[in-house]
């Protein structure tokens, strides 16, 4: 009976321990299932956060250039302005000195002939070539030196 009782421990003693290492195995295998899908799950996270720095990289740099386009723009015109503006006081500043009375006596003729004509409205075309050339070199020459 002992050898009975003997063997009937060891059977017990199997079973449980049969019964512990497949258990042991099945949360292992289950282990296992949850970390690859964590793992899956990170990488999936990982691929979207890459995804939208990406985006936002390529947003910030569209806006940068953006950004030295229209710095570009405002610096030509600002330029423009200010070329303008020095002219506009160079001309402001000399018009009594380049339409003097000997000028204004040469030209004067000319435009009322063409005006009398009929033949244009506009007097910025009136002029002698020669008085054109005239007035626009001594503007010119201004303006070189005031630059």
């Known amino acids: 009976m002992e050898?009975?009782?003997?063997?009937?421990?060891?059977?017990?003693?199997?079973d449980?321990?049969?019964a512990a290492e497949k258990q042991a195995a099945?949360?292992?295998?289950e282990a296992?299932?949850?970390k690859a899908a964590l793992l899956g799950e990170a990488e999936k996270e990982a691929a979207a956060i890459r995804a939208e720095a990406k985006a936002t990289a390529a947003r910030e740099a569209e806006a940068g250039r953006a950004a030295l386009v229209r710095a570009s723009r405002d610096m030509v015109l600002s330029f423009r302005d200010k070329i303008a503006a020095v002219l506009a006081a160079v001309v402001r500043k000399d018009v009594t000195a380049a339409l003097d009375a000997d000028v204004l006596?040469?030209?004067l003729p000319g435009?009322?002939?063409?005006?009398?004509?009929?033949?244009?409205?506009?007097?910025?075309?009136?002029?002698?070539p020669a008085m054109l050339k005239k007035i626009e070199a001594r503007f010119d020459a201004l303006l070189g030196a005031e630059l």
């Open 32 to 34: 296992e299932e949850k």
């Open 111 to 128: 435009v009322l002939q063409a005006l009398a004509a009929g033949s244009s409205d506009d007097l910025a075309v009136l002029l002698d």
């Open 26 to 29: 099945a949360i292992l295998v």
């Open 105 to 107: 006596r040469q030209a």
């Open 16 to 18: 449980g321990m049969d």
């Open 3 to 14: 050898i009975q009782l003997q063997e009937l421990l060891d059977r017990i003693k199997r």
